[in-house]
């Protein structure tokens, strides 16, 4: 490394790079135990009453007859659009054929990502329509910030997915723009990334693209795109999202079956009835993709807070979302499928106490609760409304303390330092003892962001508060970056299929 | 109440305040699971590592004959100052005699809390210094600022206690603000309290204040003080601290032993090696308060941290200090006594961002530790040199969702929901059904300080930050205190004593 270094240029600043990205773990492995909430009798509970909801009132699949034949080939009774489900169904369904984990391939070998189990994901939030920063204020995204968040996302080690809608780039047309998202991902990082489900033909432009990148048979045996699909709660499939589904389950890719819910306005304002909810959801959707195509690999996702019960706005950070985080984490255990949740999910508008106070509440809850696959974990601010450059650095700070956290604690006979108290003894300090100076480099997590320094040495740096330092470090990190290689031809590839779909539609605003 | 209100006045608010405050628990009483971070395995390594330190390297009891001849009688092995303890003796002294939990009593016995067991009592930040506010800036605190602390304490029902050192009033001489310190939290609030460990003579002082308040003889029979007995890590206690523990444990009243660890510094650079330093001290000093009075109620306390181990500063909310949390507070319920740690603690200069992250991350540690009582959980800025109106108030509101969290998820037919479900159906909304109109009120936590509002509409009320916001709400409290009745017999006994020991010495600053 130092000969290269004293080189000099940019290949020397490019090998230094990604040499310390090849040394960050691609996904974190959970050496601790995750945190129990709810007893098992509260959980049986839960999954009786969800069996009740599905075979009682049921689901409606809107818009899909091909669905509602699935489910009445599969044993279902079906009244109109809805599907009522004989008790455990859907259960079985599941457990009969969608993985417990799975591998979500990159086009970089390295970071490939395990989805399930005792492995955590942590990507990118997704969907904000505006951004955010200090120089600009508030604003609609354009592709320009998009690529800025892949980039973002690739600079930072601790964020092991490039995510799916970083931001919606609201300066291109609706039905085209799934093609710059995607080829973004591909073109500016070489992390994992989600494909679009906003409809099914461009669910299938994403496969599409996905097969120029990886091959068309590696495609269709492995995953390599994974893809979120809302049921519309309370208890609705519509026919955009059950069309995606269908996509990528057919073409063996993931999706993430997520309930998106606002308890008190989708679901009853209980903990209890939310998560009851969620399940009947969850099993539905599921249970839908195993029947598109047995195997196909799916995840038990959530999104869900409460409402303020004054103003009906949505609160984020609060503790009864935490609560429902757990108990569908522990569902989806005993279920058997790996979970998405979590992030660092705010109301505030800046960058500021509030956001963090909520963001590092749901952070720690989505931790500790075995959340596999953690969308939002960067850049989310106001409700999900605005991705915010600030933010982003903040929450990819806590990113890696999750990862640090959850590596568990090391018990190996350095690790009980019973030399360094030999060494050292009462009243003296352990600064300078043999077993500092052999540890003090990983010893501790080390922060970008924090400000650590006495008031006296803030003061004369400027007395810059969190915001305005991360300001900075977003900056430094865009000056940085340097895309990683692609071959030329699939570049080419990617962008001649671009343009033949985009030329053979006119631009659409829906 | 409607017949108070309307009456209006002075009068109608106190009852209205005092009906509120009434209303709000005294303590927490955990309904959740604690989260186990370490095994049964690893606890056991770090109790027998911490047999070996007491063994074999010992602690240091500094300028105190009295403590080394109770371990001598005990069956320690005395060398100068150093006491070495045969494997299992501090365990054994402590298990036969201190209380598993105990109550302390406040002179509002509605106030009263519980410390122990499955009971958590959140508490204000101790010691800083300095005091900051959006005003003012950072300043020196006085008598006044901790006044308005103490006050602050009293107005939020989030909180349990109303601390000890809430801030150092500066502008009192040293060998006397102690006085000044105890008499404000009797006067101003009625919530339970700490007193002073600066000198052997002011914890005297603060039980001659106590047996006026509460009467001699319950005093002795019951606790109504607890007191912070730091050791001075690594391995040491000085006779200052034993002097005060003394004190107290003669009269029957609580000492915390706590460690006050900076990772790093004064332990290993491990944690399992901090863990293991922390539990062999408090071990040592809970031991030393049973020797002194068998019985005398003893909490395992710590305060620990790590450094940047660039510069040597404090660090916060990072991940080994939670992990060192989580073992100690697991090492203390197998010890069967009461635990201390937690809190907001953070090393920002301002209550931004960093500041929430890194208390937000140590609070949710604590909450989950099973923390029974949680010094610092408000206020705290700074590495704990600056005590904060505005973080005060973020600080509280995290307090109130700590015990929302705690109380646990209800189970009920009610919370269950399913004549919601049936009431509401797919696809239709639940805000108006009549399951959400019986529970609106209190289904969710409220915050007093989040803003959940649209941008318009924030922007359209002034685009404040969190910390403007909660710079407004501690003004409307302090505007709005009104102080608890007292019997005006005992406030003229506490003046008059107040007096009589300031005339009794001249002024001093040590």
């Known amino acids: 490394m130092s000969s290269r270094k004293s080189r000099g240029g940019r290949s020397a600043r490019q090998a230094e790079r990604s040499s310390a990205q090849v040394s960050a773990p691609a996904f974190i492995t959970r050496k601790v135990p995750v945190y129990q909430c709810l007893s098992d009798e509260l959980l049986e509970l839960i999954e009786a009453n969800a069996d009740t909801l599905l075979e009682e009132i049921g689901i409606e699949f809107r818009e899909d007859p091909g669905a509602l034949e699935l489910f009445r080939e599969a044993g279902a009774d079906i009244e109109g659009e809805r599907v009522h489900f004989p008790r455990g169904l859907c259960r079985r369904l599941i457990q009969d054929t969608a993985p417990g984990q799975f591998t979500q391939h990159a086009r970089n070998p390295a970071r490939s990502v395990q989805i399930g189990g005792p492995h955590t994901v942590l990507v990118p939030a997704y969907g904000p329509p505006f951004v955010r920063d200090l120089d600009k204020g508030r ?102 999202m059950l069309g995606a589904a269908r996509v990528y389950a057919q073409h063996n890719q993931a999706t993430i079956i997520s309930p998106f819910i606002l308890a008190g306005a989708m679901s009853p304002v209980t903990v209890l009835g939310t998560c009851t909810q969620i399940l009947a959801e969850a099993l539905a959707g599921m249970a839908f993709t195993q029947l598109v195509r047995a195997g196909a690999p799916v995840v038990f996702g959530t999104f869900s807070s409460s409402i303020s019960m004054q103003s009906g706005a949505p609160t984020f950070g609060t503790p009864e979302p935490s609560q429902v985080l757990y108990a569908c984490a522990a569902l989806a255990r005993r279920l058997g499928v790996p979970f998405r949740s979590g992030g660092g999910l705010c109301a505030s508008k800046l960058p500021d106490a509030q956001a963090a106070f909520e963001s590092a509440n749901t952070l720690q809850s989505a931790m500790l609760a075995g959340v596999n696959f953690m969308l939002h974990t960067a850049g989310w601010l106001e409700g999900g409304l605005v991705m915010s450059y600030e933010k982003f650095i903040l929450d990819a700070d806590q990113a890696g303390m999750i990862g640090r956290f959850l590596a568990g604690i090391d018990g190996s006979a350095n690790a009980q330092a019973l030399d360094a108290f030999r060494e050292v003894g009462p009243g003296q300090h352990f600064l300078g003892c043999a077993h500092t100076q052999a540890n003090f480099e990983t010893a501790f997590y080390r922060s970008r962001i924090a400000d650590n320094n006495s008031f006296e040495q803030w003061e004369s740096e400027g007395a810059l508060d969190t915001a305005q330092r991360a300001n900075h470090i977003y900056k430094h990190l865009l000056d940085q970056y340097q895309a990683p290689a692609i071959d030329p031809g699939i570049d080419e590839a990617l962008r001649a299929f671009m343009q033949q779909r985009k030329d053979a539609m006119p631009d659409a605003s829906y």
């Not at 080829?183 to 599409?208: C, L, Q």
Request: net charge negative; glycine share 4%.
């Open 139 to 240: 604003r609609y995204a354009t592709i320009e910030d998009f690529q800025n968040f892949v980039k973002l996302a690739y600079a930072c080690p601790e964020l092991h997915h490039s995510g799916g809608t970083v931001c919606e780039p609201v300066d291109l047309p609706v039905n085209k723009r799934h093609l710059d998202m995607v080829y973004s991902h591909i073109r500016y990082s070489d992390k994992a990334f989600m494909g679009s489900v906003t409809a099914p033909e461009r669910a299938e432009d994403s496969v599409w693209m996905a097969k120029l990148v990886f091959g068309e048979e590696f495609v269709e045996n492995n995953c390599v795109l994974i893809n979120l699909i809302n049921a519309n709660s309370p208890l609705v499939f519509d026919s955009t």
